[in-house]
């Protein structure tokens, strides 16, 4: 590129050459670095002496050229020139074969020394310690004790991050717990009353932790945030329609519903009307995203007891009352199954829980039929392990995996007498690894938050019990009980005193507090400030009051009956007329005035006098009277 200058004549622009300056550049680097790695081993070897690999190349080396440095070959039988960082001292190569310390964990030794015998013979004996046991892996060492109310507690949910824990129960309230908030008092900071009076029977957070999924027993779920205020509710279904798809909601009671784990917007609901719904909560719960419909061998309707989401959110799973599970692929549509076992549990029964494991190759159900078993999803024909005599009386009885996916938990129920149990099973063989009793009560539902590492259980008794320990688990309980409670404050009410100077000048004079006693008296002549009643009256009354004759019109109509001159007419109308005959006649006011022209002379009947009986006469000639 050619340029002109002020004066017409050309001038050639300057040119670069990058590579040059990158090679100069590098050089550069390579001679500062060697120089100070040689005065690290000039500094070493005063102290130790010279190492017997570095005597030799120092003396007929220059440490300051480029050219030595060059020439030494690296591991690999490339030139330093292709490695990447500053090149290794001299007498530092990596020897793989004699050179035992570059598998050490920690900062290389000095030249000359070497790690002693001892600390490899701990680090054996470290590789050598057995794996922890499973029962030692329970953190169950300490317990608190939530109080929810006097009614089974049917529901929880513990948030992802753990921090706030959701409890709901018979007596139809939700709970809230906040353990970074609690002190050793353990009080919830907050109830509702989502769902009237129905009782709870599913809580759990979404994914996110920003929405809890309330399903009560009504025919609509609800959708709150995390502080309890209602953000959706799902429509109710036409009860005429017998073509459930063709309604836009349930309409009949809820018996569980579960996120979705991949989709923070979609939940499901299963419930008595013998459908699966899918809602979309952008929908504003005004209709179903799809419904689900599980049939009998016979192709009749079948009510689902309990639904599942599989981890990865692939696999819907629910439970019927004929004791099949069904498990539908959320990839495609929900017309047909993709697996079906019909002789899960006893047909009649209701399955109270399902659920998939960690790892998704592993279904878990607990059977109304006393029995929890394992299924292999990717071999739905026969179990593969059962456990039986597990008593349940709730309907919604969890059963779970442990975080690590090697024990189920569940509850055992009791009816008059006994301990009601939260077992710890091994899910190769369904035997009992531990067992943790709790007195009186039913163990109706558990929950082990896996990056807490705490277990909370939900017992027949209204209390909510949280198993953590100190050295497995993390915050969640050990939080709260760390606080003292609160004291309440007292207030000191100080009387405030007053100094009276006479003879001070106005200026620096106190106030004196004003006198009540004349602002009482005012006030009390004011019959509205002082509320006085109404005085006594001394007429008849008036404004619907009455005077002498009594306070109220029961005692006035008493008091008048009472003083009632009696009255001689009483028991004759015909004489309480006739005694004003005489005025009447004398005096004609109503009816005679109006005719006194017109009015014919009045001809009454005379009374005739009766004859004397002739006895000699016969009786068939007397006058009939």
């Known amino acids: 590129m050619e340029t002109k200058d002020d004066d017409g004549s050309k001038k050639k622009a300057r040119s670069f050459d990058f590579m040059e300056m990158f090679k100069e550049a590098r050089q550069t680097a390579m001679d500062r670095n060697q120089?100070?790695?040689?005065?690290?081993?000039?500094?070493?070897?005063?102290?130790?002496?010279?190492?017997?690999?570095?005597?030799?190349?120092?003396?007929?080396?220059?440490?300051?050229?480029?050219?030595?440095?060059?020439?030494?070959?690296?591991?690999?039988?490339?030139?330093?020139?292709?490695m990447i960082g500053p090149?290794?001292?001299?007498?530092?190569?990596k020897d793989s074969k004699t050179s035992k310390e570059e598998d050490l964990i920690g900062p290389p030794l000095p030249p000359g020394t070497s790690r002693s015998k001892d600390e490899d013979d701990d680090e054996d004996d470290e590789d050598d310690e057995p794996e922890e046991t499973l029962d030692k892996k329970i953190p169950s060492s300490h317990e608190i004790s939530l109080d929810h109310g006097f009614k089974a507690v049917s529901a929880l949910a513990l948030d992802p991050s753990g921090a706030r824990l959701v409890t709901g129960g018979h007596d139809f309230?939700?709970?809230?717990?906040?353990?970074?908030?609690?002190?050793?008092?353990?009080?919830?900071?907050?109830?509702?009353?989502?769902?009237?009076?129905?009782?709870?029977?599913?809580?759990?957070?979404?994914?996110?932790?920003?929405?809890?999924?309330?399903?009560?027993a009504n025919s609509r779920a609800k959708v709150v945030d995390r502080d309890g205020f209602e953000k959706l509710e799902c429509a109710k279904g036409d009860p005429y329609i017998v073509d459930m798809a063709s309604t836009k909601g349930h309409n009949a009671m809820l018996n569980g519903g579960s996120w979705n784990p991949k989709m923070k917007?979609?939940?499901?609901?299963?419930?008595?009307?013998?459908?699966?719904?899918?809602?979309?909560?952008?929908?504003?719960?005004?209709?179903?995203?799809?419904?689900?419909?599980?049939?009998?061998?016979?192709?009749?309707?079948?009510?689902?007891?309990?639904?599942?989401?599989?981890?990865?959110?692939?696999?819907?799973?629910?439970?019927?009352?004929?004791?099949?599970?069904?498990?539908?692929?959320?990839?495609?549509?929900?017309?047909?199954?993709?697996?079906?076992?019909?002789?899960?549990?006893?047909?009649g029964t209701d399955t109270s829980c399902l659920c998939f494991s960690y790892d998704g190759q592993c279904l878990a159900s607990r059977g109304g039929d006393d029995t929890l078993k394992l299924w292999?999803?990717?071999?739905?024909?026969?179990?593969?392990?059962?456990?039986?005599?597990?008593?349940?009386?709730?309907?919604?009885?969890?059963?779970?995996?442990?975080?690590?996916?090697?024990?189920?938990?569940?509850?055992?129920?009791?009816?008059?007498?006994?301990?009601?149990?939260?077992?710890f099973l091994d899910r190769e063989s369904?035997?009992?690894?531990?067992?943790?009793?709790?007195?009186d009560t039913s163990v109706v539902r558990c929950l082990w938050h896996p990056k807490l590492n705490q277990i909370v259980i939900g017992c027949g008794d209204g209390k909510a019990r949280l198993f953590y320990d100190p050295d497995k688990s993390h915050r969640g309980a050990?939080?709260?009980?760390?606080?003292?409670?609160?004291?309440?404050?007292?207030?000191?009410?100080?009387?405030?005193?007053?100094?009276?100077?006479?003879?001070?000048?106005?200026?620096?004079?106190?106030?004196?507090?004003?006198?009540?006693?004349?602002?009482?008296?005012?006030?009390?002549?004011?019959?509205v400030k002082s509320k006085r009643p109404d005085l006594p009256m001394t007429g008849p009354g008036e404004g619907g009051r009455l005077g002498v004759k009594g306070a109220t019109l029961a005692q006035y109509v008493a008091q008048s009956l009472v003083k009632r001159k009696p009255d001689k007419y009483e028991n004759d109308p015909r004489a309480a007329i006739l005694r004003h005959a005489k005025e009447a006649a004398e005096n004609p006011f109503w009816i005679d005035p109006a005719y006194k022209k017109t009015q014919p002379e009045k001809l009454f009947q005379e009374e005739e006098k009766e004859e004397e009986e002739d006895p000699d006469e016969p009786v068939w000639k007397k006058q009939k009277v």
Not at 87 to 93: A, K, N, Q, S
Not at 330 to 345: D, S
């Open 478 to 527: 050990m939080l709260c009980m760390v606080k003292q409670p609160r004291k309440s404050k007292q207030v000191l009410a100080l009387a405030s005193q007053q100094i009276i100077t006479p003879y001070a000048l106005p200026m620096f004079k106190e106030t004196k507090s004003t006198s009540t006693k004349k602002f009482e008296e005012k006030v009390r002549k004011d019959p």
């Open 35 to 82: 120089g100070k790695y040689e005065e690290d081993i000039n500094t070493i070897e005063d102290d130790i002496g010279p190492s017997p690999q570095t005597a030799p190349k120092s003396s007929k080396e220059d440490p300051g050229s480029s050219k030595s440095c060059q020439e030494v070959p690296n591991e690999e039988g490339r030139d330093d020139e292709d």
């Open 87 to 93: 090149p290794l001292p001299p007498g530092m190569t």
């Open 430 to 439: 369904l035997d009992t690894v531990s067992e943790i009793a709790v007195a």
């Open 173 to 216: 309230i939700v709970k809230f717990w906040d353990f970074a908030g609690m002190d050793q008092s353990l009080q919830s900071f907050r109830q509702i009353k989502p769902c009237e009076s129905h009782h709870l029977k599913q809580l759990q957070y979404s994914a996110t932790g920003e929405m809890i999924l309330i399903v009560a």
């Open 376 to 423: 292999d999803v990717r071999n739905f024909k026969k179990p593969l392990k059962v456990r039986e005599n597990l008593i349940s009386y709730y309907s919604v009885t969890d059963c779970i995996f442990s975080p690590n996916d090697r024990m189920v938990l569940t509850g055992t129920s009791i009816k008059k007498q006994g301990d009601g149990k939260l077992l």
């Open 265 to 347: 917007e979609e939940f499901m609901t299963c419930s008595n009307d013998g459908t699966v719904r899918l809602w979309d909560v952008n929908t504003e719960g005004k209709k179903h995203k799809n419904c689900i419909k599980p049939k009998s061998q016979q192709g009749r309707k079948l009510v689902p007891t309990a639904c599942a989401y599989s981890n990865d959110g692939r696999w819907v799973a629910a439970a019927c009352q004929d004791g099949s599970i069904q498990i539908w692929d959320h990839n495609k549509n929900f017309v047909n199954v993709a697996m079906l076992n019909r002789g899960c549990h006893m047909n």
